[in-house]
């Protein structure tokens, strides 16, 4: 099993406020997704980091894998109601995005 | 375009009853997966597919079988419930071995 933990577990802060979540494994991984989740919803694709160091933005979402492909970080600056859910990190395994590896998730509040 | 379907929405079972919980996809998918989630674990993967006449099993294949006849359609089959089996399923579909899985609505069951 290629364990990725992620954290924190919880998260709960004002809006305006900056935030990171981190995901870590031991293993690594040929390309690393983050996925948002909303209640009663399946998960929705963020974004997919596949070059170790790589760094994508996507609006004030800014997200990093790791040089060895083993971690990956989520930084939002200005952290807004909106951006409430729940996030998760998967490792693609052996054949790709079919084959993911969930992180345990971070469930983000953010109060207005 | 309706993406990925499952039904039912909600089920409950009785112990020891089989039923076969249904995905299908209008997108052309070649890649399907299974996966449950529990609180506080994340998405784990039960049974995957590369295309049609192709599975193999993912990190929690016991008590579960899948089939895929067609591209569209990939049911996993529960063959006599368990209690441990109460989870919510997800059923994702993605083009590529990089590309975005794309899931569904999720299927949440309960076995008494």
């Known amino acids: 099993t290629q364990l990725l933990e992620q954290s924190p577990q919880f998260l709960s802060i004002q809006e305006g406020e900056n935030l990171t979540v981190y995901c870590n494994s031991s293993?690594?991984?040929?390309?690393l997704q983050w996925y948002r989740q909303e209640p009663g919803e399946g998960p929705v694709l963020l974004v997919t980091v596949v070059t170790g160091g790589e760094v994508k933005k996507l609006k004030r979402l800014t997200f990093q894998f790791g040089d060895a492909r083993k971690d990956s970080s989520l930084h939002i600056t200005a952290a807004q109601p909106g951006d409430t859910g729940l996030y998760l990190c998967a490792g693609a395994g052996k054949t790709g995005a079919n084959n993911l590896f969930f992180g345990t998730g971070t469930r983000l509040t953010v109060i207005p | 375009n309706a993406g990925v379907t499952q039904t039912p929405k909600f089920q409950v079972l009785k112990t020891g009853q089989s039923m076969t919980l249904q995905c299908a996809q209008d997108?052309?998918?070649?890649?399907m997966s299974w996966y449950r989630q529990d609180p506080g674990m994340g998405l784990r993967l039960i049974h995957y597919?590369?295309?049609?006449?192709?599975?193999d099993q993912g990190e929690v294949p016991n008590g579960y079988n899948v089939s895929r006849s067609t591209t569209e359609d990939f049911p996993l089959r529960l063959l006599s419930a368990a209690p441990s089996q109460t989870s919510v399923y997800f059923c994702?579909?993605?083009?590529?071995?990089?590309?975005?899985?794309?899931f569904g609505q999720g299927t949440r069951l309960t076995v008494v």
């Open positions: 597919s590369v295309g049609a006449g192709i599975t």
């Open positions: 994702a579909s993605s083009y590529s071995s990089l590309g975005e899985a794309f």
């Open positions: 293993s690594v991984f040929s390309s």
């Open positions: 997108m052309n998918h070649e890649y």
